[in-house]
């Protein structure tokens, strides 16, 4: 056998062994729906306004507050992710994009 038909086989067979094992099992899954996200980071982030985006377990927020005043960006994503750490851990949340805004900053954009 060629090295490429090996790797055609390869992908083939793990394409199958997702279909038949790994999809299934992302269903088990429990994802969060958007107003428990917005409520975590609200509790978690006080003083902050969140604007939840998504669905299933992928969501993008932007999140609006004066805690951001002065921090780098790192910081601020470090501070959205530390809210959301146990769902992320879980699987409940699986993919997450952060921006975040002073209140300063949100008002000049709107």
Known sequence: MTV????IAFCCSFRYYYR??????LSLVS?????D???????????????PEGEGCNFQVTVVGDIFEGLRPVKKQQMV??????????GSIHALTIK???RAQWAELN
């Not at 490429?4 to 790797?7: E, G, H, I």
């Open 4 to 7: 490429f038909a090996t790797v």
């Open 20 to 25: 038949l094992i790994i999809f299934p099992l």
């Open 31 to 35: 994802c969060m729906q958007i107003e």
């Open 37 to 51: 996200v917005k409520r975590i980071l609200e509790e978690k982030l006080e003083g902050c306004e969140v604007f």
């Open 81 to 90: 992710y530390g809210c959301l750490s146990d769902q992320i851990a879980d």
């Open 100 to 102: 975040t805004f002073t």
